[in-house]
């Protein structure tokens, strides 16, 4: 038997370096070596028993199986268990360890496997040179370019001057305008980003407006954007310089070209979600997220009523309650939405019409009623779900759209024994780990096309009245995102 | 149970590091805050249950007894059994692993205590600083590195 060991030093944080090593499908992103790699049977990359199957830039085909994976010790253990190179009962294992006192990672890959006679010594080269030693040289290169500075002004962590869109007074969309604004140099957990795209949502409405009390005036609206590292203060571990990243949480203050923040919420961007896209997603889709997966989890041949199908989170909504297997009922108000509706995935569309939503969605079910009904409109509709309730239906009220839900009366739930949501976003997105869950599900969403990301207008930061007056006055379709001024100079 | 872990980079092969750190009487050779050290009973120092006693730079006066000695894993486990530290059931972890990439090591030194709940913070950087990253850095001074 050969045994094949190779460790070195990479100059990143272990969770940097975890970060691209864990993903067992990801090495046809960083591996010179390695073509292109999928994963068998659409299971997961970090499934245990998943199989990668991958061809090499020489042209051999390769499938291994990943037998064990540890975040807590930062390992894992795959073997190969079909190869047009002959390395018979090949089990590698790869392993990471903090270098504590200088922030960096010891990585250790080794490997034991048999040999045909013969071929003893190239093929324990090939491993260790072909495999080990240029993975160690091409994760050290691309760990470096994400702490090269991307501009001279990196050289010395500093202030950084830039502008933001600032409100005096809650009011209309013309309270808001364009002033200089300071990204200090982070402080001890925070993070300093030169932003590059930023999400436009209807809280950033109900912020200027004073509905939310997020935003005290004076102040900055925004919950949503995505940018580059331009500094880090100390205990940030997670994030370099130079990485691309996004977040979407409260404090307001997103929309800016520059920002300083507690960088716990904020997280590292995958490579296939370029800023726009992500810019336009975070937001919604970790909302979605947690409305099919947490606040209700949605199972195979349940019902979902959901309103406001062709709204931001709404069709993520249909797209992913339709993957979880659910039968899906869009509630909308004209044809054109209807049509965004059924593209998104609704099996059937309710439009307003003689009878009413709990008459057609009891027409529609043979008197079943929705499982679960999802709904965006508030005071309007709230009388109409409760009677288009299944028994023991989940009405998960998440929004307002028509105005302030108000007082009700639950005792009007007793007649289906249904149960009531009211879920806060903040509440699901309010710590490092529930972040962590949420967008990993939401990434692979994304790169799976379980849900697609449709960015219906752009609009320069400076514009942001106009963009709140367009999604104020429902003339938008799609997501709604602004880019700094010079950006979009530079891009138009 | 807090727990400390300390880990550093040494420029030198894993052998020349282990030769020093190797004798579990040898804390003087590689520490500046042992004084001096003997092993209780007459017992050769790689005997797995043999007892160090030695006297700190300060004063204090500990005894650990040796858990686990591996050459293969160029590794070995002690327990605290009496100090003046107010630690129970300590048990810390000294190991070195090869990095082939220059011929040099990678040491790790680890523990795992019981104490009073107000003490923890205090004990855990005491003992990260002044003892494992102390000792890491007087060991890289002696093997010349």
């Keep these: 038997m050969i045994t094949v060991q190779r460790s070195t030093v990479i100059d990143a944080p272990i969770q940097v370096v975890w970060d691209i090593l864990r993903d067992f499908n990801g090495h046809d992103r960083w591996h010179p070596a390695v073509d292109t790699s999928v994963v068998d049977d659409g299971k997961r990359t970090d499934q245990i028993g998943a199989v990668r199957n991958f ?13 064990s994976l540890s975040d807590r010790d930062h390992f894992f253990r795959y073997a190969i268990v ?3 190179i002959p390395l018979q009962n090949y089990v590698a294992e790869v392993s990471l360890k903090p270098v504590t006192d200088g922030n960096a990672t010891y990585w250790s890959w080794t490997s034991r496997f048999n040999s ?3 071929r003893e010594t190239e093929l324990a080269d090939l491993v260790a040179d072909g495999v080990y030693e240029s993975g160690f040289a091409a994760i050290r290169a691309r760990t470096q370019s994400l702490i090269t500075p991307v501009s001279p002004s990196l050289a010395t962590e500093k202030s950084l001057e830039g502008v933001a869109i600032h409100v005096d007074r809650h009011g209309g969309p013309e309270e808001l305008y364009s002033a200089p604004v300071m990204a200090p140099a982070p ?5 300093q980003i030169r932003q590059t795209a930023i999400g436009v949502n209807f809280i950033d409405i109900y912020c200027r407006s004073g509905y939310f009390d997020l935003l005290k005036p004076p102040g900055v609206p925004g919950m949503e954007a995505v940018g580059i590292v331009e500094a880090v203060g100390t205990n940030v571990r997670h994030l370099l310089r130079g990485q691309r990243v996004g977040y979407a949480c409260p404090p307001v203050g997103a929309y800016a070209t520059v920002r300083t923040m507690n960088a716990a919420l904020v997280f590292p961007l995958p490579d296939f979600l370029d800023d726009q896209t992500a810019a336009a997603v975070l937001l919604k889709g970790m909302s979605a997220e947690f409305l099919v997966h947490r606040v209700h989890q949605i199972k195979k041949g349940e019902i979902a009523l959901i309103y406001a199908p062709a709204g931001g989170v709404g069709r993520l909504l249909c797209q992913w309650a339709k993957h979880l297997g659910a039968t899906v009922i869009g509630a909308t108000s004209s044809e054109e939405k209807a049509r965004v509706a059924r593209a998104a995935g609704a099996h059937h569309v309710i439009l307003p019409g003689s009878q009413s939503l709990e008459k057609q969605v009891m027409d529609i079910t043979g008197d079943h009623g929705a499982d679960v009904i999802y709904d965006a409109v508030g005071r309007d509709s709230f009388a109409h779900s409760v009677a288009a309730l299944a028994t023991c239906g989940h009405l998960v009220s998440y929004g307002q759209a028509s105005g302030d839900i108000g007082a009700r009366d639950i005792g009007s739930l007793a007649s289906v024994s249904a149960t009531l949501s009211r879920p806060n976003f903040g509440h699901y997105t309010d710590t490092p780990e529930k972040v962590a869950a949420i967008t990993t599900r939401l990434f692979e969403a994304i790169e799976r096309h379980v849900i697609s990301v449709d960015i219906g207008n752009i609009f320069s930061l400076s514009q942001a009245s106009d963009a709140h007056r367009a999604l104020e006055g429902r003339k938008t379709t799609g997501s709604t995102i602004m880019i700094p001024d010079e950006l979009r100079k530079g891009t138009s | 149970m807090p727990n400390v872990y300390i880990s550093s980079v040494i420029p030198v092969p894993v052998e020349r590091v282990w030769s020093m750190i190797r004798d579990f009487n040898g804390l003087p050779n590689w520490t500046s805050f042992v004084m001096e050290s003997r092993i209780e009973e007459g017992l050769p120092a790689d005997k797995i249950g043999c007892v160090r ?9 500990i005894r650990e007894k040796l858990l686990a000695l591996s050459d293969y894993d160029y590794s070995f486990s002690y327990a605290i059994l009496e100090s003046p530290m107010g630690v129970e059931n300590y048990i810390a972890t000294v190991k070195l692993l090869p990095i082939t990439d220059g011929g040099r090591t990678f040491a790790e030194w680890s523990a795992e205590f019981d104490c009073a709940s107000a003490r923890e913070d205090e004990l855990v950087a005491h003992i990260g600083n002044n003892v494992f990253q102390s000792g890491l850095n007087t060991l890289k001074e002696r093997v010349g590195a």
């Design chain 1, 82 to 84: 079909e190869s047009d």
């Design chain 1, 55 to 67: 061809r090499l830039t020489s042209g051999e085909k390769i499938r291994e199986q990943l037998l």
């Design chain 1, 187 to 191: 402080g001890p957990g925070e993070v």
């Design chain 1, 116 to 118: 045909p006679e013969g």
């Design chain 2, 53 to 61: 006693a030695f006297q700190l730079q300060d004063g204090g006066f």
